[in-house]
């Protein structure tokens, strides 16, 4: 486990989605805090791959998180 955070942390939908109250703290800890190389959104980021913002770090589609 890494001990700084993801470095797309502050910019990530993922975060904005849990200060909103509608993400479980748990994608934040074990993701973005935790062991973010294992999240589908950081690996496509590093591709240059498009990726959905209600895409979750697991590469589940959550489409009720999208506005
Ligand atoms: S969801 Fe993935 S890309 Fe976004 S901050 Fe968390 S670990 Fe990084």
């Known amino acids: 486990m890494s001990q700084r955070a993801c470095k797309w942390y502050l910019l990530c939908p993922m ?5 909103q109250g509608n ?5 934040i800890d074990n ?3 935790g ?3 294992s999240c589908i ?5 590093q ?3 498009a990726h959905p913002d209600y895409m979750l770090p697991n590469g589940e589609l ?4 999208a506005r």
């Open 15 to 19: 975060k904005v989605y849990y200060e």
């Open 23 to 27: 993400l479980d703290r748990k994608w």
């Open 31 to 33: 993701y973005c805090l």
């Open 35 to 37: 062991d973010w190389g």
């Open 41 to 45: 959104r950081y690996q496509m980021e």
């Open 47 to 49: 591709r240059g791959q």
């Open 62 to 65: 959550r489409k009720e998180l």
